[in-house]
C-alpha cells in the first residue's frame, strides 16, 4: 500500500482551524435540533398514548410520516421543495434573506425527524408503566391530567434515559448529514482536508476520534443521569 | 400547487426505476452481508474468550460512534488503497455498509441468543455438545426465529440508509432523483416523489413486520 | 349505596358479564367470589367507571356512574380501590403515596395531607417506613399502605379486587387483620376474595359469580351452610379442601 504519512498535517493552519470550525457546526446544529426534537417529541410520544382518538391518529400519522422516509430526503425538501411551495413573499425570504439558510434547513429538519424517534421513546415508556399503575391512579381520584403528570410520564421518563440518550448520540451522527446542503460540519471538513491534502487517513482519523470522544461523553452523562434518577427497589417492565 | 410539472417523473421512469434497482440490490446484499458479519460479532462476543470478544466489543462500539457518512468516506478512500488499483462505487458502497450494518446486527443478534434460556444451552452441552455445535443447532435456531421482526426493522433502515451514497454520488434511487431533479429543474416534484416511493416501501416493510410480530398463531 | 342493576359487558364478540343484578347497602360487606373468569374483578372494576358497561346502570348514593355525564373522577375520590397488584406508585415514598391524591384531588393542604397519612399508617403499623419506597418493603407491607392510601381520601366505600391474592401465604393474615378492622368499623366494603375465612367471619352477603353471571347472592350463614346451586357447591368443595 503506497502511502505517505503526514500526521503534522492536521496541526498545520488552516487545517486544524477547518476541524475546529467543523466540530462547532456539528455542536451547532446537533444541540439546536435536539432542543426541537425533545420538546415535540413528548408533546406528540403523550399524544399517542392519550385516550382522545383524534389526537392519537394525528401524532400517529407524525410519527409515521416522519420515520419512513430517509433523513436525506426530509432534508432536500426542506431545503429544496418548501422554499418554492411556500407563497411568493416567504419563499423569496427563505432563499435570499433568510440567515444561514443551510444551518436553519438542517435543524428543523434534523429536529422534526428526530422528534418521531423521541415521540417513540416516550410512547413506549408510558406503556410500559403498565395499566394496573394508571387504573390505580385514576381509582384514586386523579384526573386524566394528574395521572400524567404525577405518575405516568415521572416514571416513564426514568424508564427511557438509556434509550434518549442513545437517540441524543444519534443525533450528533445525523448531523453529518447537513453536509449535504452544504453545511460544513465535522465530517464535511474532514472530507475537505482528505481532497486538499491526501492525507486521507489522518483526516478521517481525526473526525473519528472526535466522534468516539463524543459519544464516550455522551454514555458518561447517560450513566450518571441514570443513576440520579433511579427509583430505589423498582425494576421496571422495560 | 399550481404551476408543477408532474409529467417529469413519468418521463424519466426508467432511469429512476434503475435507480431503485440499485438501492434495493445494496440493500438485500448488505442485509445479508450484514447479518452474516453480525452473528460472527455477536458469537465472537459471547465466546468467553478474551481476545475474540474485546475485539468484537471495540469494533461494534466504534462503528456505532461514528456517522455511517464517514463510514462511506473511509472505504471509499480505503478499498481502492487496500486492493491497489481503483474499484467500482458499488463495491466500496457495498463493503461499507455491510461493515457498518453488522455492528448494529450484531448487538440484535447478540440480546437475540441471550434471551435464549440457559437451560437450553445445558441440555446441549449435557449430550456432550461442544460450544460451536451448541450453537449451531440449539441456540441460533431458536434465537433467529424470535429475532426476525427486528432482523426486518433494521432492514427497513437499511434500506433508508442506503440514501446516503449520494455523498459519493452513487446512482441509486435518491442520486438518480436528484439528478433528474436538477437537470430538468423540477426540485419539488422530484423530491416529494423520492419521498412517496421510500414512504410506501418503508410503510408496507413495517406493515409487514408488525404482521410477523403477530405470529404464526394470529 | 351502591346498586348494581342488570349490568352486561362485552369485550368485542365475548360477553364477560351477563345481567348482573346487586346492591350494597351502607355498612355492609359484600364478598364477590367465584372460580377464575367468572367476571368477579371485572364486576368491581365497573363500580367504579374504571371498566364501562353496554348495559344496564350502576349508582353508587345519588351518582349514576353509568351515565354519560357523570364526573367520573369525582365519584372515584370518594370511592376507595385496592388492587391485587398493590399498585403503589413507586418513584414515591410511602407518605407521597398517601398525600398526593389528598393534596392534588381533594385540595387539602400540605399539613393536613401529612397529619392524615401518619395517623392512618400508624393504624396498620407501619410508621417507621413512611419514608420508604415501595420497592423496599414487602408484599403485605405494601398492600397495608394501599389500604392506608385509599382510605386517606376518606371514602363512603371500599373496593377490594383479590386484595391478598398476589401475596405470600404468611402475608395473608396481616392484610386480612386490617380489612377486618375495616368492616367491624362500619366501613362499606366490596370485596372479590378467595378468603371464605374472612368472608365468614365479617361479610354480611356472599355472592357467587360464574361464567359472567350472579349464580347466588345471599346471606354468609345461608350461602356457606346450604348453597342452593351445584356450581357453588362445587366451588366450595374445592376450596374450603385446603
Redesign the interface.
Known amino acids: 500500500?503506497n502511502?505517505n504519512w503526514n500526521w503534522s498535517v492536521l496541526w498545520a493552519d488552516p487545517y486544524l482551524g477547518w476541524l475546529i470550525s467543523g466540530v462547532q457546526w456539528t455542536f451547532a446544529v446537533a444541540l439546536a435540533a435536539w432542543v426541537i426534537a425533545f420538546a415535540l417529541g413528548i408533546l406528540i410520544g403523550v399524544g399517542r398514548t392519550l385516550p382522545s382518538k383524534p389526537i392519537s391518529f394525528i401524532c400517529t400519522c407524525y410519527v409515521?410520516?416522519f420515520?419512513?422516509?430517509?433523513?436525506?430526503?426530509?432534508m432536500?425538501?426542506w431545503y429544496?421543495?418548501v422554499p418554492?411551495?411556500m407563497p411568493e413573499d416567504v419563499g423569496r425570504w427563505m432563499k435570499r434573506d433568510m440567515p444561514n439558510p443551510e444551518y436553519v434547513t438542517a435543524v428543523v429538519a434534523l429536529g422534526l425527524y428526530t422528534a418521531s424517534r423521541v415521540a417513540e421513546q416516550v410512547r413506549s415508556g408510558i406503556q410500559a408503566v403498565g395499566s394496573g399503575l394508571t387504573s390505580a391512579a385514576y381509582a384514586n381520584g386523579l384526573s386524566t391530567a394528574q395521572t400524567y403528570r404525577y405518575v405516568l410520564l415521572p416514571i416513564s421518563f426514568r424508564l427511557i434515559v438509556p434509550p434518549m440518550t442513545s437517540e441524543f448520540?444519534t443525533i450528533f451522527?445525523?448531523?453529518?448529514?447537513a453536509?449535504?446542503i452544504g453545511l460544513l460540519e465535522l465530517?464535511a471538513q474532514?472530507?475537505q482536508i482528505?481532497e486538499f491534502t491526501f492525507q486521507?487517513?489522518e483526516a478521517?482519523t481525526a473526525?473519528?476520534v472526535i466522534?468516539?470522544v463524543?459519544?464516550?461523553f455522551a454514555t458518561m452523562i447517560a450513566q450518571t443521569l441514570e443513576r440520579f434518577t433511579k427509583i430505589p427497589g423498582f425494576v421496571g417492565k422495560g | 400547487?399550481g404551476d408543477f410539472d408532474y409529467s417529469v417523473i413519468w418521463d424519466n421512469l426508467p432511469f429512476l426505476w434503475q435507480g431503485l434497482q440499485l438501492s434495493l440490490w445494496l440493500t438485500f446484499l448488505a442485509i445479508i452481508g450484514g447479518i452474516v458479519l453480525g452473528t460472527g460479532l455477536a458469537l465472537m462476543r459471547l465466546s468467553g474468550f478474551l481476545p475474540l470478544s474485546l475485539f468484537a466489543a471495540t469494533y461494534v462500539?466504534?462503528i456505532?460512534?461514528?456517522?455511517?457518512?464517514?463510514v462511506i468516506?473511509?472505504f471509499y478512500?480505503?478499498v481502492p488503497?487496500?486492493i491497489?488499483r481503483p474499484i467500482g462505487g458499488f463495491y466500496s458502497a457495498l463493503i461499507a455498509f455491510v461493515m457498518f450494518e453488522a455492528a448494529y446486527y450484531s448487538e440484535i443478534i447478540r440480546a437475540g441468543i441471550q434471551s435464549v434460556r440457559q437451560g437450553q444451552v445445558h441440555a446441549g452441552q449435557a449430550t456432550g455438545m461442544n460450544y460451536w455445535q451448541v450453537q449451531r443447532y440449539i441456540v441460533l435456531p431458536q434465537a433467529f426465529r424470535n429475532m426476525i421482526p427486528i432482523l426486518v426493522t433494521q432492514g427497513i433502515i437499511l434500506f433508508?440508509?442506503t440514501?446516503?451514497v449520494?455523498?459519493v454520488s452513487l446512482r441509486d434511487f435518491?442520486t438518480v432523483s436528484?439528478i433528474v431533479?436538477r437537470t430538468e429543474g423540477r426540485?419539488?416534484e422530484m423530491?416529494?416523489f423520492?419521498?412517496i416511493v421510500?414512504?410506501i416501501i418503508?410503510?408496507a416493510g413495517?406493515m409487514f413486520v408488525r404482521r410477523l410480530q403477530k405470529g404464526p398463531t394470529a | 349505596m351502591i346498586q348494581i342493576d342488570q349490568i352486561s359487558k362485552w369485550y368485542g364478540d365475548f360477553q364477560v358479564l351477563n345481567n348482573c343484578t346487586t346492591k350494597v347497602d351502607r355498612g355492609e360487606v359484600v364478598v364477590v367470589c367465584g372460580p377464575s373468569g367468572s367476571g368477579k374483578s371485572t364486576l368491581i372494576k365497573c363500580v367504579n367507571g374504571l371498566e364501562p358497561v353496554q348495559q344496564g346502570t350502576i349508582r353508587v348514593e345519588d351518582t349514576e356512574v353509568t351515565a354519560k355525564r357523570t364526573n367520573l373522577t369525582k365519584l372515584r375520590s370518594r370511592i376507595g380501590m385496592v388492587f391485587q397488584h398493590f399498585e403503589l406508585y413507586p418513584h414515591m415514598s410511602v407518605r407521597a403515596n398517601l398525600c398526593l391524591a389528598q393534596e392534588k384531588v381533594l385540595g387539602r393542604s400540605s399539613d393536613e395531607a401529612n397529619a392524615r397519612a401518619e395517623a392512618l399508617i400508624k393504624r396498620v403499623g407501619l410508621s417507621e417506613h413512611i419514608e420508604k419506597f415501595p420497592g423496599q418493603l414487602s408484599g403485605g407491607q405494601q398492600q397495608r399502605v394501599a389500604i392506608s392510601r385509599a382510605l386517606a381520601m376518606d371514602p363512603i366505600a371500599m373496593l377490594f379486587d383479590e386484595p391478598t391474592s398476589a401475596l405470600d401465604p404468611e402475608m395473608i393474615n396481616e392484610v386480612l387483620d386490617v380489612m377486618v378492622e375495616l368492616a367491624q368499623e362500619g366501613m362499606t366494603m366490596m370485596v372479590v376474595t378467595h378468603e371464605m375465612g374472612f368472608a365468614r367471619k365479617v361479610a354480611d352477603r356472599v355472592v357467587f359469580m360464574d361464567a359472567g353471571a350472579i349464580v347466588e347472592d345471599r346471606p354468609t350463614e345461608q350461602f356457606f351452610g346450604e348453597p342452593e346451586s351445584d356450581r357453588a357447591k362445587d366451588f366450595l368443595s374445592k376450596i374450603l379442601n385446603h
Open positions: 500500500m502511502y409515521e410520516l420515520r419512513n422516509v430517509p433523513l436525506l430526503v426530509q432536500f425538501i429544496f421543495a418554492e411551495i448520540l451522527k445525523n448531523s453529518s448529514l453536509l449535504t465530517t474532514s472530507q482528505a486521507g487517513f478521517f473526525a473519528t466522534y468516539v463524543i459519544a464516550l | 400547487m462500539n466504534l456505532r460512534s461514528v456517522p455511517l457518512i464517514l468516506f473511509w478512500f480505503l488503497l487496500a491497489g433508508q440508509d440514501s446516503l449520494f455523498v435518491m436528484s431533479a426540485l419539488v423530491y416529494i423520492a419521498a421510500y414512504f418503508c410503510f413495517s
